[in-house]
């Protein structure tokens, strides 16, 4: 199947940090932009951050700036997702794609998104 495996969530204080990774099985990730997205209990799915082909292009929701940051390994056809000063609001699934578009986390659906994996849970709680 070719889809992202996610891993790398769990349980974290508030305040702490965890980071994501999102592997490409069975495609190559090198011409593709990659968004993360997240799904808290009761909610949608929300555009959390996404990156370019290259890296040289990231976006981020106005809820996470300044706290995650988003990088890949195009060599281990990897996304990465570190998150910093984590609150209770941050709790949800987590899931990555490939989208069409990074302009706004909004833009990320547009599309439609390609390849979601089963996602990994991080679960902020004191």
């Known amino acids: 199947q070719l889809q992202f495996v996610e891993s790398g969530g769990g349980l974290v204080q508030p305040g702490g940090s965890l980071r994501l990774s999102c592997a490409a099985s069975?495609?190559?990730?090198?011409?593709?932009?990659v968004g993360w997205f997240r799904q808290a209990p009761g909610k949608g799915r929300e555009g959390v951050s996404c990156i370019t082909p290259s890296g040289g292009r990231t976006n981020y929701a106005d809820s996470v700036k300044g706290r995650f940051s988003i990088s890949r390994d195009n060599a281990k056809n990897t996304v990465y997702l570190q998150m910093h000063s984590l609150d209770l609001e941050d709790t949800a699934v987590y899931y990555c794609?490939?989208?069409?578009?990074?302009?706004?986390?909004?833009?990320?659906?547009?599309?439609?998104?390609?390849?979601w994996g089963k996602g990994t849970l991080v679960t902020v709680s004191s």
């Open positions: 069975g495609f190559i990730l090198d011409y593709d932009i």
């Open positions: 794609g490939t989208v069409m578009s990074c302009d706004t986390m909004a833009r990320m659906f547009d599309f439609g998104v390609d390849h």
